[in-house]
Nanobody, 126 residues
């Protein structure tokens, strides 16, 4: 079992950058595929980015963030990151990280994941 804690959210102006982090407790973090999702007010939670286990050579981003967001992982620190550049007001949302044990691929559906964090708020002002 793993517990996930997001951090790094905040208020940023449009065009700015922010990096959110997700720290995982427990052992064997490298065996988990990880993902980021977000939920804006009044909207359903949506997929943002995902990365495979181990070295994280498999990564995938939603079209809405491709070229602006980058997911990465540091297994020594049990942490996955989401670097967000060129932020837009429509990126405003609560950002959640999620983990799926024992999978080498990347996953884009909420139902694929076993564990979730509590979320961190990202607000982009225009």
């Amino acid at each position: 079992q793993v517990q996930l804690v997001e951090s790094g959210g905040g208020l940023v102006q449009a065009g700015g950058s922010l990096r959110v982090s997700c720290a995982a407790s427990g052992r064997s973090f490298s065996w988990y595929a990880m993902g980021w999702f977000r939920q804006a007010p009044g909207k359903e939670r949506e997929f943002v980015s995902a990365i495979g286990w181990m070295s994280g050579s498999n990564a995938f981003h939603a079209d809405s963030v491709k070229g602006r967001f980058t997911i990465s992982r540091d297994n020594a620190k049990n942490t996955v990151y989401l670097q967000m550049n060129s932020l837009k007001p429509e990126d405003t949302a609560v950002y959640y990280c999620a983990a799926k044990y024992g999978s080498s691929g990347y996953y884009t559906r909420e139902s694929d994941y076993d564990y979730w964090g509590q979320g961190t708020q990202v607000t982009v002002s225009s």
